[in-house]
Nanobody, 126 residues
Framework: QVHLLQSGGGLVQAGGSLRLSCVAS????????MGWFRQAPGKEREFVAG????????EYADSVKGRFTISGDTPKLTVYLQMSDLKPEDTAVYYC???????????????????WGQGTQVTVSS
């Protein structure tokens, strides 16, 4: 199983920026796609962004388009989530995940991912 180790996050004022990182322990045929999800208290886990190590356009949730950018450093097996213009509603625990994603429509589905990071808190104050 691929292990994912997250870093980054913290407390920031509205309008500020943060960057999250996620390092994968391996690259396999079952973990060639990476995603970021978040979960706010009392809410379901929701998709934020996703990409494929081999290329292709990244996928974003409508709520973060134009503000968040997902990118990957393939040699380092590291995926980043650059978050800008943060809003209080972005406050959540953020998780990275990896899995085998065949279709863009599958990126938002948590059950398509088989490995998850430990989660990191992002808090945006107003």
């Amino acid at each position: 199983q691929v292990h994912l180790l997250q870093s980054g996050g913290g407390l920031v004022q509205a309008g500020g920026s943060l960057r999250l990182s996620c390092v994968a322990s391996d690259y396999t045929y079952t973990n060639y796609a990476m995603g970021w999800f978040r979960q706010a208290p009392g809410k379901e886990r929701e998709f934020v962004a996703g990409l494929n190590w081999s290329g292709g356009s990244p996928e974003y949730a409508d709520s973060v388009k134009g503000r968040f950018t997902i990118s990957g450093d393939t040699p380092k097996l590291t995926v980043y989530l650059q978050m800008s213009d943060l809003k209080p509603e972005d406050t959540a625990v953020y998780y990275c995940a990896s899995g085998a994603i065949y279709y863009y429509s599958d990126y938002p589905l948590p059950d398509k991912y088989n490995s998850w990071g430990q989660g990191t808190q992002v808090t945006v104050s107003s």
